[in-house]
């Protein structure tokens, strides 16, 4: 990295790509970027322009000495990389409305990431995420792989588990989504806040929360006990948790915990979407469209504000910090999804778990958590067991584990049902699942 | 025990006792009962003294020197006690038939031991035994509990956890059930087959099944993914598995698992049951209510073939056998709840599970299973950590860690609903929790 | 196995044999043996012929159809074989002499299994153990593995770790001889007695002991304690343990303890044999040389009971009970070394552990230990390290590996004399250890 | 903590304390201490008058608003304090030199933390910290205890298992030494060196070592190998590895390491120094005199630079370094003793271990480490063994467990020597062992 750093980002056409220039070039002190290289699929050409123009634009106006290339060879882009970031959607944003409206005819939540939603995600992620690897294996073998693509978990599982590629860390923005939100219950800066996180990605819990270092664990447990404090605890889906199940579960819970602990509340809920046409992929579409709009314009050199409203905020600053404290081998703690290494007592030391992490040059440390409080024990092997099956299925195109990782999905809880969606979806999905097909045709 | 053994059975009153009592008279040369003391309270005197009279009448027709002795006097009975048996009911069979109903009000599973059902009888059943533990400390305390109440899961991590008594195994006719129907399916006799359990109560795998020795397990995936061997699979519910999940999962389910891999199935089929007010309990009582009649006969002095079809055929029997087998160190091989101690990897060492173990005089010795397969271990934490909540619950009489134990459990899923249903049921069950009205009044 | 039993004898023309015949022909009815190879290398046909025609005469007074091959082709006697036993000794006794004589040299024990003798034993026999391995799977994959070479625990650690065996069981006649022991010391038959197996071979502690069934820890712990019975406690070395020792440590020791819990006095005593040039091997040399003679007679048609003598006395007995009960499913419990699976907890799941275990069709299934006492977890833990850096070494001829090895082992404790040790017995036993050499020239 | 912070060193006539204010002065921007109370006991009265009047002219001179009280009222002091240091030594330096010579008489290490010595240094420390802790439990429940008095992973570990007090870190300075070493070996700044630590107190190995976050270990590894940099390897005894066993091994040690990597050695050369009666103990009384002599000085106001030649470099630096991060939540990883909470598998998570942390507010968090290389992993385990039977036989003044304590320590390794030393030590320490004269009066 003597000459300063090569950052190769597949998925680079992405909507959420001007908030990674914007980090990169706030942080340019500290992680002096050389190349940049937004990597896209034929697909996604268009849109490569359109976000590569804006990220020129961008540096250009910041006269900072970064190169911006844009380009459809992915082989050629990662040679000598030291960061390579994943960002892409595999069947874009039609297959994530599938993913959402399918399992809600049988009146199942589709959850994009830990429900039948991320299990066809992972099916058509994990093979593409995997032959990276490879090209990294082969192209630039020390670098980092920060991968944001969902279901994050069930990709770092994968991962660890069927590539060679130790050098992986999976990314999210609910655990800081989740600092943010108690440092504005608190009234304190976020910078005051930190939170002990243990768990699954998006299956992830606050085992303690610090102001300055001292526990307000009871604090917050009891303000989130309080109804009246809505803005935090109605984040997903306008739903308060009841106050006794907060006290007693007394860790923190994260926004995709709805799914999980208020599930018939939020399938009623989101039926109701379903039936106006108007589930999230709808939503974003249309956002993306007019993002997609804005990024044309050619007097844009900036960050346009209208992404913060995209959702997935922060998540392009947190990789961008991630990679500076990987860089500057800071020593900061930081909650990323890596190799579990017995931080967590319950869960194999060699998966994937989401916690408080230091981070250094040699990658992220996981802090211990020991042994995880009892309740929420069982919630997160059971998501560990669907992740596991899940990318089992993705790797093998085995049809039958496929029905079993929804069959043992809490939000299914079904064969039967399990089994209809599987089908459904296999076919809806089947320009990207070749594993499956390959399979039977065989 | 130098002079015969003492026997103590608490709900002696029990329908069942008939059974024990053939177990005890066939059983009789290797294990010597020489006193038999069946157990009631005050509400169950009447049932005592039928049943009572009914197992005087077989042992006289025996023409063995058991002394069978009726009490109400529950310390009288335990002084210097062998063997401890308890399969009492809390409120009877009107305290079922609410765990039944009030749930399915709300569209959920009662599910008597590991839902909510089993949540209200494990919350009026665990202050009672521990009661009994506190007097098997003080007037036997080197004899064994033997405990057949369920939840016996949850009853046994109660008495691990709360009470001063080590001796104590739980004991359930699933997983003979489970070998019966195996043996049936291959057309063998039970004696042939042996099962590798492991789990929980009623949440408990064949992870691998022998004839003679040689695992069959294959053969048997295969004929359960058949869905034409409908006896054995459709043992509970009519229902059979789809093929595809049986065969991915790769591991003999229980017939409870029927309540978690096809819970949609379940609550259509039990709301149709509730529609017409033929939930279980109503339909166990009116067996019950014939039973009495026969027991009453006084020219009755066996079994009547009729407690068969009641239900819960071969527990009594596994009583006595496992009984037998701890007077004897016989070292055979049976299936109970006893303390983990290592043998299943991801649940703690100090508590209860249900696997495979060789019967010694000390006590049920369990056979290491390392750790369970990828699929289940899901939903086995699960259910330990409900068992955990409601037995803190139990012994606490924590309102909050009530609707705890609800909403983590895969049945309920939800606060909300967990708080309406145990709202409901406390009141319902009031006379049987003083725990919780005792803090409430605090 | 329907035509009856192959057994194939790896080492056949060892003194042992004649107590394994007599095995098979004492427990015939239960485990009808066919076809019994015993098979040695060129070096050692003399004592095949003398061995194997002594076995033809027992077979042939005994008048079972049991017929006895000998050869010195390894893979024609494997062919289809269903259990195969291991007691070669590469480098015959000349070897052993060495193990024992050079490290005495340096002052420091050669103990032939846990010392640097048993590390050099493992160099020379790891890598033919896994050779027969590599022709079990090719030309027998269903036979089981029987070893008894020693070092017993290593060989196992070593098959279980870098071959693709995994039915291989390996046995000692340690524990077999405790429970006779404690038989004695006790005065009741050795069918009585039953002990709690736990720790690795020749490093195995009784963690409980029982009459018919009831433990008699307390009491055993106060004979051992009590410095007049020597007959059981000197077994070893005439040397008695110190009872404040006994009871603090509160688990029965066997033999080989004295290694390690008396190292200085074994030394002095070792020392003095080896100045009058009376270690073990010559020892057993001249006891050999006079079974030989014995055996040679034509009219000799027993096991001759000089045999007993020899030591290793029930290792053939135990063998033949290990097979029979494998054979038969019998589901008894006899201490083997085998996978750990979880059974003692600080020790990995998948190295070779020696515990009390169910003896199936299916193999050894560990009894769970659950955590070892605190005082031994130590000692075992370090024979484990010393084991696995031991067979790495063995598979790799690594020679620092080598040289770690016997630093880590407690009687050594120095690299200084590691090194010391490890060069001259390199060198001596240089013909046996090819791995080594290879590597140096490369 | 809002007033400045209060401070109290037990043991605060300790020829250390002048380094310890330095460190105080010197980070008062960070660490506003308003009070330091230097306790002391009768016995030590005078060394805390020369002490702390020269810590007087230190604060006075340094013009910071630090008051600096000495008293023999422990209790007084304790009241309210911040922060609890323990820097005692039960006995003098004439406990030392028993514990260092008696063993010697018999051929074996005395070894002041691990071995015989420190067994009795734990004899005689655990029942004063445990009093201490009852004093912190009621005077300054909220205090950390810092603790630095050896043997100080024993005193971890009774602390954790034995006291109400979970704010406990025990400190050690052979960490910190150890990255000097590096440093210089490799010619950079100590702040650039970072090592991954694991193990125990004085029995903790570098997992991993970085320069500016980038591994270095191979280069490491060969540097040490390399039998010309004498001048970190030969930190304790002059004693080089051999590079074989540097290589294999794969870690760094740290130096007392040479006690059970090179016994023999060791034992040689402290007989010569025995012979000579130029033990340790011996050499440090004559320092201590020389230093006391220094204080005496009314115009010394700084710590005297022959300090650092007394040994024990870093001890209070790096107390003062840990104090202010957890005053000030740093965040930054330094190695302490602390409990393992999983950190290390194979180790019980209540027990203490001494590895890399995060120092926060609310205490060091371990880094988890997962299993410990197999070539440590025996003598990590069997060292906590022998810490664990200690503790116990110091709070319960177990004559037998003291004698097992020893035969199970690698450097004694002999019931009959373990009870030899053990009489003659319990004898000569008597005035500081209660625990034991009063069991054997009763
Ligand atoms: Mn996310
Ligand atoms: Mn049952
Ligand atoms: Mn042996
Ligand atoms: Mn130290």
């Not at 002096?32 to 322009?49: A, C, I, N, Q, T």
């Not at 006990?225 to 009841?242: Q, R």
């Not at 299925?393 to 999905?409: E, M, P, Q, R, S």
Request: hydrophobic share 40%; charged share 25%; aromatic share 8%.
């Amino acid at each position: 990295m003597t000459k300063g750093i090569k950052i190769v980002t597949i998925g680079g056409g992405s909507s959420y790509t001007p908030e990674l220039i914007e980090g990169f070039i706030k942080r340019y002190d500290e992680l002096p970027v050389r190349e940049l290289w937004l990597v896209d699929v034929e697909e996604g050409k268009e849109k490569l322009e359109i976000v590569g123009n804006l990220a020129k634009r961008m540096v250009k106006k910041s006269g900072l000495p970064i190169n911006v290339h844009l380009t459809l060879d992915r082989r050629e882009a990662l040679k000598d990389a030291d960061f390579v970031t994943t960002q892409f959607r595999v069947g874009l944003l039609d297959a994530r409305a599938k993913d959402e409206r399918i399992p809600l005819k049988y009146g199942v939540l589709g959850q994009e990431t830990n429900g039948p939603g991320g299990l066809f995600k992972g099916l058509r992620t994990i093979p593409v995420i995997l032959d990276i690897c490879r090209d990294i294996e082969e192209l630039c073998p020390e670098a980092w792989l920060i991968n944001f693509t969902n279901p994050a978990g069930m990709v770092t599982e994968a991962v660890l588990r069927y590539s060679n590629i130790k050098k992986i860390v999976g990314l999210c923005n609910v655990p800081i989504g989740m600092e943010m939100g108690i440092a504005k219950l608190l009234d304190v800066d976020h910078s005051r806040i930190r939170i002990d996180f243990a768990g699954l990605n998006h299956m992830v819990y606050g085992l303690d929360v610090y102001v300055d270092g001292v526990s307000v664990k009871d604090q917050v447990i009891d303000l989130l006990s309080d109804p009246t404090n809505s803005s935090f605890v109605k984040n997903v889906a306008g739903l308060g948790w009841e106050p006794e199940f907060t006290k007693a579960l007394n860790a923190l819970t994260c926004p995709y915990h709805m799914y999980y602990y208020k599930t018939r509340e939020m399938v009623e809920k989101e039926l109701i979407n379903y039936e106006k046409g108007e589930t999230r992929a709808e939503v974003v579409k249309q956002l993306e469209k007019e993002l997609f709009e804005l990024y044309k314009d050619p007097n844009l050199d900036i960050k346009p504000p209208q992404l913060e409203q995209r959702g997935g905020a922060y998540y392009s600053d947190a990789a961008v910090r991630l990679i500076t404290s990987i860089y500057t081998d800071k020593g900061d703690i930081q909650p990323v999804n890596t190799i579990n290494n017995g931080a967590i007592a319950s869960i194999p030391a060699d998966s994937a778990v989401e916690v408080s992490c230091i981070i250094t040059k040699d990658g992220p440390k996981p802090i211990s958590v020991g042994d995880l409080p009892v309740p929420v024990r069982g919630l997160v092997q059971t998501i560990k067991s669907f992740e596991r099956v899940a990318a089992e299925a993705a790797v093998t195109g085995d049809y039958d584990k496929a029905i079993l990782a929804l069959t043992i999905n809490p939000l299914v809880a079904s064969d039967k049902l399990a089994k209809q969606i599987v089908d459904e979806m296999l076919e809806a999905h089947k320009d990207y699942l070749p594993q499956f097909f390959k399979t039977v045709q065989a």
